[in-house]
Nanobody, 127 residues
Framework: QVQLVESGGGLVQAGGSLRLSCAASGRTFSMYAMGWFRQAPGKEREFVATISRNGGTTYYADSVKGRFTISRDIAENTVYLQMNSLKPEDTAVYYC????????????????????WGQGTQVTVSS
């Protein structure tokens, strides 16, 4: 059981950058694969990026490849999403999530595979 709290969202102009953080509680953080998802108004929640329990494997949605970077700091129980070259289409509430089966599967892109979710942080990109 873990609790996740996102931070770092805000308003930026197109082409700018933001760094999102997700702080996790619990001594088993290193056992979980972590993911980032986003949801725009009137849209379904979509996969953005994921990272394996030890950080050795990452995977990104095609829409963010080359622009976003996911990373994690095991000692600080924190996962990050560095967002560069932001576009208006990136505007959404961003959520971090934890997969408690991270010891047995490296990463997953399916929201239904994640067990714990943060409250979300708003990212708005102006044109």
């Amino acid at each position: 059981q873990v609790q996740l709290v996102e931070s770092g969202g805000g308003l930026v102009q197109a082409g700018g950058s933001l760094r999102l953080s997700c702080a996790a509680s619990g001594r088993t953080f290193s056992m979980y694969a972590m993911g980032w998802f986003r949801q725009a108004p009137g849209k379904e929640r979509e996969f953005v990026a994921t990272i394996s329990r030890n950080g050795g494997t990452t995977y990104y949605a095609d829409s963010v490849k080359g622009r976003f970077t996911i990373s994690r700091d095991i000692a600080e129980n924190t996962v990050y999403l560095q967002m560069n070259s932001l576009k208006p289409e990136d505007t959404a509430v961003y959520y971090c999530a934890a997969d408690r089966r991270g010891l047995y599967r490296a990463v997953t892109t399916k929201s239904g595979d994640y067990d714990y979710w943060g409250q979300g942080t708003q990212v708005t990109v102006s044109s």
